[in-house]
C-alpha cells in the first residue's frame, strides 16, 4: 500500500473509533433520527458524483454522475428533512394547546 | 493559501460539523440543533466541492441535483411515520447507488489510455462497486419486504449458502482479472451486475421480523460504501464521514442484536422464521386464561396509583397511539402515574416505537427503555400490554430450552396486574406460548387494539 493509501486507512480506522465512542452516547429514544440522519450523512457521496458529473472525462462518466448525483441528493436532503420533522415532534412536557 | 488547502479544511470542517451533530444526539432537547448543524456540515462541504478544478461544467450538477432535492423534500415530506424504516431503507440504498455509480463513472475515465490506473485505486473501485451495489439492491429488497409488496417470509433454497459463497468468489475472481485487463469493459457489467444479485440473494433469506438488524447492517454499508469511494476520489472528508456513519450502523445492529437475542451471524444466515416457527404451544401449560371486559379494564387502570404502558407493533397496526394517549391523559387527569416501557425491538427499527407514540403528542419523559423501567416494575399496580407479546415472555428467564431464553425483555410479570389487549391466544413472532397469559394477576381483554382502547377510554370517562 502506498504511503498515502496508508494515510487514508489511518483516517478511516481513527474516525471509526470516534463514531463508536459519540454514537455509543445517543438514547435509545432517538435511535431512528440517529439512523436517519446518519443516513443523510452518508450521502456524502454526493461531493464524488459532483466531481464525476461536472468533470465529464467521458460522455458516459457525466451520465453515470448526473444520475449520482441526484441519488446522492435525495438521500441528503430527504434524510435531513424526515430528521427533522421527527425531532420536532419529541417534546417535553404536552403542549396544552396541542391538538388532542 | 493555495486552492487545495481551502478545500482539504472546508471538509474538515463539514466532518467536524457531523461529530457535533452526532453529540448534540444525544439529547432530545438539543437534537434539532444537532441535525441542523450537520446539514450545515453538508452545505459547506456540497459548496466548496464547486470548486474543485475538475470541474468544468455545472450544467448536469443542477439538474441531478434539482432532481434529487425535489423528489428527497417531496419524500420526506410524504412518508408516513409507521413506513419509517422502508423510506430509511431506500434512502440507505439510494446512497450506495451514488457510491457504485460513482465508482463505475471513475472506472471509464481510468480506463481511457491517457490515464494512469494505479493498482490501489482499481481495489478501491471494486470494493466501492461492490458494497455500493450490495446496499442498493439489498436496501431494495427490504424496503419491498417491510412495504409488503414481497412476501416477508425468508426465501430459502437449498445450497443458498454456497451459491451465495460462489457469487462473491465471482466477483472477487473479477475484480483481480480487472485490474490487469482495465479495458474489459464488459467483464466490469458483469461484476457489477453479480454484485446487485449478491445484494438481493444477501436479504431474501431474512424474515419480516428481522428486518430492524438488516436495516441498520445495511446503514453501516452505505457508510462503508461512502468511504470507499473516498479511498476512490482520495477525500479525507468523504472517509471520515462514511467511516462515522459505518460505526453508527454497526453499533446500532448489534443492539437489535441483543434484543432479539440473536448472533449476527444467526440473523443473516439463520432464516429462523421459516426454521424454528414449528413449536406452537409445545410449552403450554394449558391453563386456565382469565378473560376481561373494557369496563372492568377501565376501573382496574383508574383506581390504580402506578401505570405502565407496554406498547408493542400491533399497536401501530391498529393506528391506535393517538388512542393509547387519550387513555393516558384520562388517567393522569384522575391522578394516576403513567409511563411506557419501550423494549428496543417495539417497533420496525430501533427507535421506532418512540417516533411512533412523539408522533402521537406523548412527552418524551414518559417514555422508558428497557433498562429504564424494569426496575419500575415491582411498584406498578397495572401493566396493559398493547401488541407486545415475546419480548414480555417471563420464559426468556426461565425456560432454557426456549428459542427466547437470554433475550431481555420487560419483566412486567412483577407487577401486581397484568392486562393484555389481543387479538387472540395466537404466539407472537418466535411461535413459543406465554406463560403470562395464564397467571391469576392477568387478565386478557380481546379483540382490535383500537377497538378495545376506545372501549376503555369511553368506559373510564363514565367513572
Same mark, same amino acid.
Given at each position: !500500500?502506498?504511503?498515502?493509501?496508508?494515510?487514508?486507512?489511518?483516517?478511516?480506522?481513527?474516525?471509526?473509533?470516534?463514531?463508536?465512542?459519540?454514537?455509543?452516547?445517543?438514547?435509545?429514544?432517538?435511535?431512528?433520527?440517529?439512523?436517519?440522519?446518519?443516513?443523510?450523512?452518508?450521502?456524502?457521496?454526493?461531493?464524488?458524483? !459532483?466531481?464525476?458529473?461536472?468533470?465529464?472525462?467521458?460522455?458516459?462518466?457525466?451520465?453515470?454522475?448526473?444520475?449520482?448525483?441526484?441519488?446522492?441528493?435525495?438521500?441528503?436532503?430527504?434524510?435531513?428533512?424526515?430528521?427533522?420533522? !421527527?425531532?420536532? !415532534?419529541?417534546?417535553?412536557?404536552?403542549?396544552?394547546?396541542?391538538?388532542? | 493559501?493555495?486552492?487545495?488547502?481551502?478545500?482539504?479544511?472546508?471538509?474538515?470542517?463539514?466532518?467536524?460539523?457531523?461529530?457535533?451533530?452526532?453529540?448534540?444526539?444525544?439529547?432530545?432537547?438539543?437534537?434539532?440543533?444537532?441535525?441542523?448543524?450537520?446539514?450545515?456540515?453538508?452545505?459547506?462541504?456540497?459548496?466548496?466541492?464547486?470548486?474543485?478544478?475538475?470541474?468544468?461544467?455545472?450544467?448536469?450538477?443542477?439538474?441531478?441535483?434539482?432532481?434529487?432535492?425535489?423528489?428527497?423534500?417531496?419524500?420526506?415530506?410524504?412518508?408516513?411515520?409507521?413506513?419509517?424504516?422502508?423510506?430509511?431503507?431506500?434512502?440507505?440504498?439510494?446512497?450506495?447507488?451514488?457510491?457504485?455509480?460513482?465508482?463505475?463513472?471513475?472506472?471509464?475515465?481510468?480506463?481511457?489510455?491517457?490515464?494512469?490506473?494505479?493498482?490501489?485505486?482499481?481495489?478501491?473501485?471494486?470494493?466501492?462497486?461492490?458494497?455500493?451495489?450490495?446496499?442498493?439492491?439489498?436496501?431494495?429488497?427490504?424496503?419491498?419486504?417491510?412495504?409488503?409488496?414481497?412476501?416477508?417470509?425468508?426465501?430459502?433454497?437449498?445450497?443458498?449458502?454456497?451459491?451465495?459463497?460462489?457469487?462473491?468468489?465471482?466477483?472477487?475472481?473479477?475484480?483481480?482479472?480487472?485490474?490487469?485487463?482495465?479495458?474489459?469493459?464488459?467483464?466490469?457489467?458483469?461484476?457489477?451486475?453479480?454484485?446487485?444479485?449478491?445484494?438481493?440473494?444477501?436479504?431474501?433469506?431474512?424474515?419480516?421480523?428481522?428486518? %430492524?438488524?438488516?436495516?441498520?447492517?445495511?446503514?453501516?454499508?452505505?457508510?462503508?460504501?461512502?468511504?470507499?469511494?473516498?479511498?476512490?476520489?482520495?477525500?479525507?472528508?468523504?472517509?471520515?464521514?462514511?467511516?462515522?456513519?459505518?460505526?453508527?450502523?454497526?453499533?446500532?445492529?448489534?443492539?437489535?442484536?441483543?434484543?432479539?437475542?440473536?448472533?449476527?451471524?444467526?440473523?443473516?444466515?439463520?432464516?429462523?422464521?421459516?426454521?424454528?416457527?414449528?413449536?406452537?404451544?409445545?410449552?403450554?401449560?394449558?391453563?386456565?386464561?382469565?378473560?376481561?371486559?373494557?369496563?372492568?379494564?377501565?376501573?382496574?387502570?383508574?383506581?390504580?396509583?402506578?401505570?405502565?404502558?407496554? %406498547?408493542?407493533?400491533?399497536?401501530?397496526?391498529?393506528?391506535?397511539?393517538?388512542?393509547?394517549?387519550?387513555?393516558?391523559?384520562?388517567?393522569?387527569?384522575?391522578?394516576?402515574?403513567?409511563?411506557?416501557?419501550?423494549?428496543?425491538?417495539?417497533?420496525?427499527?430501533?427507535?421506532?416505537?418512540?417516533?411512533?407514540?412523539?408522533?402521537?403528542?406523548? %412527552?418524551?419523559?414518559?417514555?422508558?427503555?428497557?433498562?429504564?423501567?424494569?426496575?419500575?416494575?415491582?411498584?406498578?399496580?397495572?401493566?396493559?400490554?398493547?401488541?407486545?407479546?415475546?419480548?414480555?415472555?417471563?420464559?426468556?428467564?426461565?425456560?432454557?430450552?426456549?428459542?427466547?431464553?437470554?433475550?431481555?425483555?420487560?419483566?412486567?410479570?412483577?407487577?401486581?396486574?397484568?392486562?393484555?389487549?389481543?387479538?387472540?391466544?395466537?404466539?407472537?413472532?418466535?411461535?413459543?406460548?406465554?406463560?403470562?397469559?395464564?397467571?391469576?394477576?392477568?387478565?386478557?381483554?380481546?379483540?382490535?387494539?383500537?377497538?378495545?382502547?376506545?372501549?376503555?377510554?369511553?368506559?373510564?370517562?363514565?367513572?
Amino acid at each position: !500500500m502506498s504511503e498515502s493509501g496508508m494515510t487514508l486507512f489511518v483516517i478511516f480506522v481513527l474516525a471509526t473509533l470516534l463514531g463508536v465512542e459519540v454514537i455509543k452516547k445517543v438514547p435509545a429514544l432517538l435511535h431512528t433520527p440517529l439512523m436517519s440522519g446518519s443516513n443523510a450523512i452518508s450521502g456524502i457521496t454526493l461531493i464524488g458524483s !459532483m466531481v464525476v458529473a461536472g468533470w465529464g472525462a467521458t460522455r458516459l462518466a457525466t451520465v453515470l454522475g448526473t444520475v449520482a448525483v441526484a441519488l446522492a441528493m435525495i438521500n441528503v436532503v430527504g434524510g435531513y428533512l424526515v430528521t427533522n420533522r !421527527m425531532l420536532k !415532534m419529541f417534546k417535553a412536557k404536552r403542549d396544552p394547546n396541542a391538538p388532542s | 493559501m493555495s486552492r487545495a488547502w481551502i478545500i482539504e479544511l472546508a471538509y474538515l470542517a463539514a466532518a467536524v460539523c457531523f461529530v457535533v451533530g452526532f453529540k448534540w444526539m444525544s439529547s432530545p432537547s438539543t437534537a434539532r440543533q444537532g441535525n441542523f448543524i450537520s446539514a450545515i456540515g453538508m452545505l459547506v462541504a456540497v459548496v466548496v466541492t464547486l470548486l474543485d478544478q475538475h470541474i468544468v461544467s455545472f450544467t448536469w450538477i443542477i439538474v441531478g441535483g434539482g432532481i434529487g432535492a425535489a423528489l428527497g423534500a417531496w419524500m420526506a415530506q410524504a412518508v408516513k411515520m409507521t413506513a419509517m424504516p422502508q423510506m430509511v431503507a431506500i434512502f440507505n440504498g439510494f446512497g450506495g447507488g451514488a457510491s457504485a455509480l460513482v465508482a463505475a463513472a471513475e472506472w471509464h475515465r481510468l480506463a481511457l489510455p491517457q490515464f494512469e490506473f494505479p493498482v490501489g485505486t482499481a481495489v478501491s473501485i471494486y470494493a466501492s462497486t461492490l458494497v455500493g451495489a450490495v446496499t442498493f439492491s439489498g436496501s431494495m429488497v427490504a424496503a419491498a419486504k417491510l412495504q409488503e409488496l414481497i412476501s416477508g417470509r425468508p426465501i430459502l433454497f437449498k445450497g443458498q449458502h454456497i451459491v451465495n459463497a460462489m457469487v462473491l468468489l465471482a466477483i472477487v475472481g473479477l475484480a483481480v482479472y480487472l485490474t490487469r485487463e482495465h479495458a474489459a469493459g464488459g467483464w466490469f457489467l458483469v461484476l457489477n451486475g453479480l454484485a446487485l444479485l449478491l445484494g438481493v440473494l444477501l436479504v431474501i433469506p431474512i424474515g419480516g421480523a428481522d428486518m %430492524p438488524v438488516v436495516i441498520c447492517l445495511l446503514n453501516s454499508y452505505s457508510g462503508v460504501a461512502a468511504a470507499l469511494t473516498g479511498f476512490v476520489i482520495h477525500n479525507h472528508g468523504l472517509i471520515i464521514t462514511g467511516a462515522l456513519v459505518g460505526a453508527s450502523g454497526l453499533i446500532l445492529t448489534q443492539i437489535m442484536c441483543k434484543a432479539m437475542n440473536r448472533s449476527l451471524a444467526n440473523v443473516l444466515f439463520g432464516g429462523v422464521g421459516a426454521v424454528a416457527g414449528g413449536p406452537a404451544g409445545t410449552t403450554t401449560k394449558a391453563g386456565h386464561v382469565k378473560s376481561i371486559q373494557p369496563e372492568d379494564a377501565a376501573a382496574l387502570l383508574a383506581y390504580a396509583s402506578t401505570v405502565v404502558f407496554v %406498547p408493542g407493533y400491533g399497536l401501530a397496526v391498529a393506528q391506535a397511539q393517538h388512542q393509547v394517549r387519550e387513555l393516558a391523559d384520562l388517567l393522569e387527569k384522575r391522578g394516576v402515574d403513567v409511563k411506557y416501557g419501550i423494549h428496543p425491538v417495539a417497533g420496525r427499527m430501533p427507535g421506532h416505537m418512540n417516533v411512533l407514540l412523539a408522533e402521537a403528542n406523548v %412527552p418524551y419523559d414518559k417514555l422508558y427503555d428497557m433498562d429504564a423501567i424494569n426496575p419500575h416494575f415491582e411498584r406498578t399496580d397495572v401493566v396493559l400490554v398493547v401488541g407486545a407479546n415475546d419480548v414480555v415472555n417471563p420464559a426468556a428467564r426461565t425456560a432454557p430450552n426456549s428459542p427466547l431464553y437470554g433475550m431481555p425483555i420487560l419483566d412486567v410479570d412483577k407487577a401486581r396486574q397484568v392486562i393484555f389487549m389481543k387479538r387472540s391466544l395466537n404466539p407472537g413472532f418466535a411461535g413459543v406460548d406465554n406463560e403470562l397469559f395464564y397467571l391469576d394477576k392477568t387478565s386478557m381483554l380481546f379483540g382490535d387494539a383500537k377497538a378495545s382502547l376506545t372501549a376503555v377510554i369511553n368506559a373510564v370517562k363514565q367513572l
